[in-house]
């Protein structure tokens, strides 16, 4: 069950470039004793990592829009590589790593923490060997802003971007149309000690050979994703959207998990002692074939505020000594729990934008009352025709996490 890779955008220039020699370019742009340096890329080098391996921590790599055929170690220096205007998606798809098929794109193995900064790129064309083909943490916590990370593989896990003991943190990322090839986590995936952070990331038609389509952790890691969109995932195993291993924990908040589709456990997938806390949380749309859930849990669910409709063929299915504890949650066919409805939550049905709720819909005003909306009607950023009170609404567009959502969703269908 291979879904092709979707192709956004022109990968046109594939040649080459060979590193200036140094010095001279250098001396253009050294803005004095004490002061960080900024290395333009053509303009100064040719490659990226010609450019890394001359600077230092602190400095800058600035990349302008074009094709770069080549993969990049940061070295284990706390350095920015960052495309010239990380806020416009256009100029981040127009400035394109593309390692041909041949490694992986972007790796830090060398003790890199937050300060190794990697923003407002496209990676493609990445080859994880085993794991990672857009981007490989191997004991090191980069920070990625505003990259879009597509059509990359893995002979085994990960095909967007893989950790081991690695705790990055992913801010507005686009993790797009990657593959596992043999395993687990055609999105992302984690093992050893890892805690990697998704913030306001769209994690969406990736596919794993084995489970967990959009992203999977491994024993003993813990991801949280939050102002997240997983959908239109797939697995040939469990776990269609999202899986959890055994002894780890998956947090999840505001987030929405939508058309993933996957053998059982569409939506995610809990094994056996893994955990699994949601909050904020709208999950519709997954299709489970043959069997069910689209949360499936061997271990242990933690639900609150959140909705569950429209999933295929039902919503939680409990295995073994699986358990969810559900609170102040809409879902179809009805969950004991205080708080729950079991009533249509009337979607606006934006495709590929993570089901909100249309006006008037049940969930509105319906979660734990002692939770507030971020933002409400009485905010200035909330649209007048649309009637919501300060208590916090069901689902992936209420409570206090909100207004995270401000600026992120216009890019998604895009
Ligand atoms: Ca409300």
């Given at each position: 069950m291979h879904r092709p890779h979707d192709s956004h955008f022109g990968t046109t220039s594939t040649s080459f470039r060979a590193p200036l020699a140094g010095a001279f370019a250098l001396a253009l742009i050294w803005a004095g004793p004490g002061r960080a340096w900024t290395i333009n890329v053509p303009a100064d080098m040719l490659t990226i990592q010609a450019a890394i391996d001359t600077i230092a921590a602190g400095d800058t790599v600035m990349v302008h829009p074009g094709n770069y055929a080549e993969s990049i170690d940061f070295g284990g220096k706390s350095i920015v590589v960052t495309g010239t205007a990380p806020d416009e998606l256009d100029t981040v798809k127009a400035t394109v790593i593309d390692a041909g098929g041949l490694a992986t794109v972007v790796s830090f193995q060398s003790g890199e923490d937050e300060g190794a900064v990697l923003a407002g790129l496209t990676l493609t064309g990445g080859r994880g060997a085993p794991n990672g083909g857009g981007v490989n943490c191997d004991g090191a916590s980069p920070t990625l802003d505003h990259c879009v990370i597509i059509a990359n593989s893995a002979a085994e896990s990960g095909g967007g971007v893989s950790g081991s003991d690695a705790s990055p943190t992913l801010s507005d990322c686009i993790i797009d149309s990657n593959f596992a090839s043999t395993a687990q986590g055609g999105g992302f995936s984690f093992s050893g000690s890892s805690n990697p952070t998704f913030v306001r990331c769209l994690i969406a038609r990736n596919h794993a050979a084995t489970r967990g389509g959009g992203g999977a952790c491994s024993d003993g890691t813990e991801p949280s994703l939050s102002n997240s969109v997983v959908f239109f995932n797939t697995a040939d195993g469990r776990g269609g959207g999202l899986a959890v291993g055994g002894s780890g924990a998956m947090t999840l908040t505001n987030c929405a998990i939508s058309e993933n589709l996957a053998e059982a456990g569409s939506g995610i997938d809990v094994r056996a002692l893994g955990a699994l806390m949601i909050d904020q949380v709208t999950v519709a749309g997954n299709v489970a074939n043959p069997s069910g859930?689209?949360?499936?849990?061997?271990?242990?669910?933690?639900?609150?505020?959140?909705?569950?409709?429209?999933?295929?063929?039902?919503?939680?299915?409990?295995?073994?000594?699986?358990?969810?504890?559900?609170?102040?949650?809409?879902?179809r066919g009805s969950y004991s729990g205080e708080g729950n409805l079991d009533v249509d939550p009337n979607f606006a049905l934006y495709f590929q934008r993570g089901y909100p709720l249309r006006?008037?819909?049940?969930?509105?005003?319906?979660?734990?009352?002692?939770?507030?909306?971020?933002?409400?009607d009485a905010h200035p950023s909330w649209p007048a025709p649309y009637s919501n009170g300060v208590r916090a609404d069901m689902g992936a567009?209420?409570?206090p996490g909100n207004a995270?959502?401000?600026?992120?969703?216009?890019?998604l269908g895009r």
């Amino acid at each position: 069950m291979h879904r092709p890779h979707d192709s956004h955008f022109g990968t046109t220039s594939t040649s080459f470039r060979a590193p200036l020699a140094g010095a001279f370019a250098l001396a253009l742009i050294w803005a004095g004793p004490g002061r960080a340096w900024t290395i333009n890329v053509p303009a100064d080098m040719l490659t990226i990592q010609a450019a890394i391996d001359t600077i230092a921590a602190g400095d800058t790599v600035m990349v302008h829009p074009g094709n770069y055929a080549e993969s990049i170690d940061f070295g284990g220096k706390s350095i920015v590589v960052t495309g010239t205007a990380p806020d416009e998606l256009d100029t981040v798809k127009a400035t394109v790593i593309d390692a041909g098929g041949l490694a992986t794109v972007v790796s830090f193995q060398s003790g890199e923490d937050e300060g190794a900064v990697l923003a407002g790129l496209t990676l493609t064309g990445g080859r994880g060997a085993p794991n990672g083909g857009g981007v490989n943490c191997d004991g090191a916590s980069p920070t990625l802003d505003h990259c879009v990370i597509i059509a990359n593989s893995a002979a085994e896990s990960g095909g967007g971007v893989s950790g081991s003991d690695a705790s990055p943190t992913l801010s507005d990322c686009i993790i797009d149309s990657n593959f596992a090839s043999t395993a687990q986590g055609g999105g992302f995936s984690f093992s050893g000690s890892s805690n990697p952070t998704f913030v306001r990331c769209l994690i969406a038609r990736n596919h794993a050979a084995t489970r967990g389509g959009g992203g999977a952790c491994s024993d003993g890691t813990e991801p949280s994703l939050s102002n997240s969109v997983v959908f239109f995932n797939t697995a040939d195993g469990r776990g269609g959207g999202l899986a959890v291993g055994g002894s780890g924990a998956m947090t999840l908040t505001n987030c929405a998990i939508s058309e993933n589709l996957a053998e059982a456990g569409s939506g995610i997938d809990v094994r056996a002692l893994g955990a699994l806390m949601i909050d904020q949380v709208t999950v519709a749309g997954n299709v489970a074939n043959p069997s069910g859930g689209a949360i499936l849990l061997a271990g242990e669910g933690s639900i609150g505020n959140s909705v569950l409709w429209g999933n295929s063929p039902d919503e939680i299915m409990l295995e073994g000594a699986g358990s969810a504890d559900v609170r102040y949650t809409d879902v179809r066919g009805s969950y004991s729990g205080e708080g729950n409805l079991d009533v249509d939550p009337n979607f606006a049905l934006y495709f590929q934008r993570g089901y909100p709720l249309r006006a008037g819909s049940p969930c509105i005003d319906a979660a734990d009352p002692a939770v507030e909306d971020g933002i409400w009607d009485a905010h200035p950023s909330w649209p007048a025709p649309y009637s919501n009170g300060v208590r916090a609404d069901m689902g992936a567009y209420g409570g206090p996490g909100n207004a995270d959502w401000i600026g992120f969703l216009a890019l998604l269908g895009r």
